[in-house]
């Protein structure tokens, strides 16, 4: 039991950039897209807008300047990722392995 805990920890804290898979070609030639238009998706995201719009009128006072406040919301996502992203992985794999298992993916 503890040695396939450690074996999820360890699966879910790896970066998620030895994760990623290789670009690969289409059909047509052209190649998958990557991170960077991964990250201008988020732009048109409406749950992000609603979010950031939230964080900036619940703690970020009228007479605080832009700029500041701006890399203090933008510390504060970042640190919530790095800490919350392995966490719902190690969910994600734990409830993928449970059904792996109910369902008849391995024998008991």
């Known amino acids: 039991m503890g040695v396939e805990i450690l074996s999820l920890l360890a ?3 790896r970066p998620a950039a030895r994760l990623r898979p290789a ?3 289409a059909e047509d030639g052209a190649t998958l897209a990557g991170g960077a238009a991964g990250l201008l998706v988020h732009l048109l995201n409406a749950l992000v807008w609603a979010m950031v719009l939230t964080v900036f009128t619940a ?9 500041p406040a701006s890399v203090v919301v ?3 996502f970042l640190a919530a990722q790095i800490v919350l992203r392995p966490l719902w992985t190690l969910a994600a794999l734990t409830v993928a392995s449970v059904f792996y298992v109910l369902f008849g993916g391995a024998k008991a």
């Open 11 to 13: 699966f879910a804290g």
């Open 23 to 25: 670009p690969r070609a």
């Open 59 to 67: 703690f970020v006072s009228a007479s605080a300047p832009a700029l």
């Open 74 to 76: 933008a510390i504060s």
